[in-house]
């Protein structure tokens, strides 16, 4: 098993997927298709600003990272906020880079972010090139994180 987690190599004919895990009751596997035809999709127009590029402007469709996350049962208990506050997401893309957002800035209690894991970009389709994260309350591009294959959903160790 020396190769997992590896990246997977490009073919026309695969289809890109995601690992759904962490601190979460039912870990999965999501395709693109999965992320559209398992939740209700959304529409953004953002412009975001690149470093090196500058600005630039696009329309993603997809699922709220919320509603696909909140589908995984992360190992909260969902009825208190406090404890919904002590979770984070970590983003990664094929090529290792990732990030990282706090529960609380996609939960309807606090920062109520529209955060999309897209399946469309500017009337295309993402299943070949994987499903990227949108961060419309984003100045800048850096967490648009391309080509996802892997969602972490989990809670801060903390001192007990
Ligand atoms: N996987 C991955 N996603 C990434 C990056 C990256 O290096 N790797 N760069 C980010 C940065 S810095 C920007 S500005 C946007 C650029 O998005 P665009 O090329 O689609 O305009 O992608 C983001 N997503
Ligand atoms: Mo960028």
Request: glycine share 10%; with cysteine; charged share 20%.
């Amino acid at each position: 098993m020396s190769r997992l987690g590896a990246p997977h190599r490009a073919s026309a004919a695969q289809l890109a997927s995601l690992a759904l895990l962490g601190d979460v009751g039912r870990p999965a596997t999501l395709t693109v298709g999965d992320l559209r035809d398992g939740c209700r999709q959304h529409r953004a127009e953002v412009v975001f600003d690149c470093a090196t590029s500058g600005p630039q402007r696009h329309v993603f469709e997809g699922p709220l990272l919320r509603d696909v996350a909140l589908a995984s049962q992360p190992l909260f208990d969902a009825l208190r906020r406090k404890d919904r506050s002590r979770f984070a997401l970590a983003v990664s893309g094929g090529d290792g880079h990732h990030t990282v957002l706090a529960w609380a800035e996609i939960d309807a209690d606090f920062g109520n972010a529209p955060v999309l894991l897209a399946t469309r970009l500017d009337g295309a389709d993402l299943d070949m090139a994987g499903s990227q994260l949108v961060v419309p309350v984003d100045r800048c591009g850096a967490r648009y994180i391309s080509a996802i294959t892997r969602v972490w959903v989990g809670a801060w160790p903390g001192a007990r």
